[in-house]
């Protein structure tokens, strides 16, 4: 199936551009469950000596006290990037209770119910209220348990300078969003490949589905899943939200994205209307009831992203300022990776990001829309069949073909950016070629064992592995975390505390 017209797209760049001089940065947001050493959520609040969840850039919480989010900054090469994740994996490892351990899988931990898991709390001041809320939004619109699963966030950019090199006398912003969103149409055409390749969560603990309805089967006493199954993260019974399907997103445009989002934050839901804004005592318990709350909880496996100051929505930052970088959403942790992403991995996903980057990218019609998502459902459930039949370039072929043919125009990119160090093509050769998360995963639970057991064994092994690190110099983490405590503190201590005004103002912005 592969043409010359790939071929053509990678010359035709270089003619404009060495595609190796381009800059890109990238950064990574990595949520693990903090569980006590029988495998339990934790229900200890956030660890002071990681500073304040709120205030700490570098440490933060998800949803549940327990559920620690680690962020780093940008970077324009991968070895800096692996080494800040490993810096903050160390850190935060060495500060947790020595009795708790960092789970190293996607799909959470044994939950017994759902009152074990503490939403995150970020204090009494405005902003931390808003934050708390809109995690009792989540909780009552669609469980604690399911927002208990963890991923990786990984954020991608081109550098300024490049895109003004690249683009010469035609660089505007509404030129670089353009671009930004080529670049998440054809991610989306292709997500399947980074579910067949990067998916690492086949299975679940029976808990995870507790009193939900599912397609799932039973493994074992305690497990359920699918036999060929790539990531239930992402399916239907993972991080998504049905509901969001009518809101019709295409990534055609900003605006029309803009546009989009803004009318899922403001149209009721029934659904979302029915259970209250307020409790029963009378406390908020929603910011909205809308088809989303806010920007964030729009489950999409790419969104485009602008960095905005406090107090700005999201979507006015786009709106005001264009797209600033791409944020991921559908990567698996990996479970073997001490970091939860391998440096393989990642060169693997700027290759990916750099051929959906290049790649010319028609709009999204309603009708290859349907056929994508009908990939990622499939995929979801049946990757690891490369016989499952996919829409790849507008035909019907099996998946193992469409690899063949979508790893040749990788490999061309790969040659193209490496010259003499083989940095790209390795990474690919190493993910493509060696048995996949998922079907590792199994081979595991072949032994006799459950998902509990191996994945406790392995947050065990992976933490204290990261215990005995002591070659690092941790102490600019130490110094941010103490002086976070005292940026919380002076929050805090402020005394204009009016979350009714403060969230109605907020939704004033839309």
Request: charged letters at 25%; aromatic letters at 8%.
């Amino acid at each position: 199936m592969f043409d010359e017209s790939f071929i053509n797209q990678l010359n035709s760049w270089n003619e404009k551009t060495l595609l190796k001089k381009i800059k890109f940065n990238r950064g990574i947001e990595r949520e693990t469950l903090r569980v006590s050493k029988d495998g339990s959520i934790s229900k200890r609040p956030h660890p002071k000596s990681l500073g304040s969840a709120l205030t700490n850039p570098y440490i933060t919480t998800d949803f549940a006290e327990a559920l620690i989010e680690l962020v780093t900054p940008k970077f324009d090469n991968v070895d800096d990037l692996y080494s800040c994740l490993q810096d903050l994996h160390v850190f935060t490892a060495q500060n947790i209770d020595e009795d708790e351990f960092l789970w190293a899988h996607s799909m959470p931990c044994r939950i017994d119910k759902e009152s074990d898991i503490n939403i995150a709390s970020y204090g009494s001041n405005n902003s931390g209220m808003l934050k708390h809320i809109y995690r009792k939004g989540l909780r009552v619109r669609y469980g604690s348990i399911m927002q208990c699963v963890s991923g990786i966030h990984y954020n991608f950019s081109i550098d300024e300078k490049s895109y003004c090199d690249l683009l010469g006398s035609a660089y505007s912003q509404e030129a670089v969003d353009n671009l930004y969103l080529g670049l998440i149409r054809n991610f989306k055409r292709n997500f399947w490949f980074i579910l067949a390749q990067l998916g690492a969560s086949p299975v679940a603990d029976k808990s995870y589905v507790l009193e939900r309805d599912h397609n799932l089967e039973k493994l074992n006493a305690n497990d359920v899943f699918l036999p060929e199954a790539t990531s239930l993260r992402m399916s239907n019974i993972g991080y998504q939200s049905p509901i969001q399907t009518s809101l019709g997103i295409r990534y055609n445009s900003l605006d029309g994205f803009i546009e989009s989002v803004k009318k899922g934050i403001k149209m009721s839901h029934i659904e979302f209307n029915r259970l209250g804004l307020f409790d029963a005592e009378g406390n908020r318990q929603q910011i909205s009831d809308g088809i989303i709350q806010i920007e964030n909880e729009l489950y999409d496996t790419i969104r485009p992203k602008r960095t905005s100051p406090n107090g700005l929505r999201p979507a006015n930052a786009l709106k005001e300022h264009g797209i600033e970088y791409v944020e991921i959403r559908g990567v698996d942790i990996s479970p073997n990776a001490l970091g939860g992403i391998s440096k393989d991995q990642m060169h693997f996903l700027d290759l990916f990001l750099i051929h959906c980057f290049i790649t010319r990218s028609s709009e999204l019609t309603d009708k290859e829309n349907i056929r994508l998502q009908k990939n990622h459902t499939d995929m979801v459930s049946s990757g690891q069949n490369n016989s499952t039949v996919i829409s790849y370039k507008g035909k019907e072929i099996s998946s193992g073909e469409a690899m063949v043919d979508l790893i040749n125009e990788l490999s061309l990119l790969a040659k193209t950016l490496d010259g003499e160090t083989k940095t790209y093509g390795n990474a690919l050769r190493a993910i493509t070629t060696n048995k996949n998360q998922s079907a590792a995963i199994f081979s595991s639970l072949a032994e006799g064992k459950d998902f509990h057991d191996i994945a406790l064994e392995k947050s065990i092994q992976n933490t204290n592995e990261l215990r005995q690190n002591k070659s690092l110099d941790l102490n600019y983490l130490k110094i941010e975390s103490e002086e976070s405590l005292k940026r919380f503190q002076e929050i805090e201590d402020d005394p204009q505390k009016d979350i009714e005004a403060y969230v109605e103002q907020y939704n004033s912005q839309i």
